[in-house]
């Protein structure tokens, strides 16, 4: 079992940068692919970013596809979200999530709390 705490977020101006974590307890985090997904006030949640065991592939929404880089360091059971020129559409609760396989899917079993992340214009 794997339970992700994000940490990393707050308040930042519009272009601004800020790198969330995602620290995840338990051995076979190096198993599994990791993702990133936002929450908006009134909004559905939405996938944001996503990363393989190995880190060799990686998936990212089209809205963040040139700002965004998720990565990971497994000898830390750690995954980050570096985001960069952001915008105000970008705020939300951010959540970290486990998948059940090693390579990236659209089924995460394991999620964090979430961490907020505000981006004033």
């Known amino acids: 079992q794997v339970q992700p705490v994000e940490s990393g977020g707050g308040l930042v101006q519009a272009g601004g940068s800020l790198r969330l974590s995602c620290a995840a307890s338990?051995?076979?985090?190096?198993?599994?692919?990791m993702g990133w997904f936002r929450q908006a006030p009134g909004k559905e949640r939405e996938f944001v970013a996503a990363?393989?065991?190995?880190?060799?592939?990686?998936a990212y929404a089209d809205s963040v596809k040139g700002r965004f880089t998720i990565s990971r360091d497994n000898a830390k059971n750690t995954v980050y979200l570096q985001m960069n020129s952001l915008k105000p559409e970008d705020s939300g609760v951010y959540s970290c999530?486990?998948?059940?396989?090693?390579?990236?899917?659209?089924?995460?079993?394991?999620w964090g709390q979430g961490t907020q992340v505000t981006v004033s214009s």
């Open positions: 999530a486990a998948a059940g396989t090693a390579v990236i899917t659209e089924q995460y079993v394991y």
């Open positions: 338990g051995r076979t985090f190096s198993r599994y692919a």
């Open positions: 990363i393989s065991w190995s880190g060799g592939a990686t």
